[in-house]
């Protein structure tokens, strides 16, 4: 079945930089789509980045601001996310998903479990 496991979560200094990996099975990585979103304390959860199939066409949540870089290696079945200038408003749990078609059912949504990203001083 099609898994999505998030890793690369940590604490790190406000300004500091953090990388997040996901890796996909079960499912054809090279012909979907990929993102990453964010679920902060006190808000709804959110888009951080999305990246084509191919990883021509990214857009990122306006509040990145130029400070994440989303990428892919289809290859290793690995969506990454880097992310510098890191702020404390950017703590939370940062989760890969994908929506993924499924023969039986149709399209369906998936989430990895979430890995925690603190930023603190």
């Known amino acids: 079945q099609v898994q999505l496991m998030e890793s690369g979560g940590g604490l790190v200094q406000p300004g500091g930089s953090l990388s997040l990996s996901c890796k996909g099975s079960?499912?054809?990585?090279?012909?979907?789509?990929m993102a990453w979103y964010r679920q902060v304390p006190g808000r709804e959860r959110e888009l951080v980045a999305h990246i084509s199939s191919n990883g021509v066409g990214i857009n990122y949540g306006d509040f990145v601001k130029g400070r994440f870089t989303i990428s892919r290696d289809n290859f290793k079945d690995t969506v990454y996310l880097q992310m510098t200038g890191l702020k404390p408003d950017d703590a939370g749990v940062y989760y890969c998903y994908a929506k993924v078609w499924i023969r039986t059912s149709g399209w369906n949504d998936y989430w990895g479990q979430g890995t925690q990203v603190n930023v603190s001083s």
């Open positions: 079960g499912f054809v990585f090279a012909n979907y789509g």
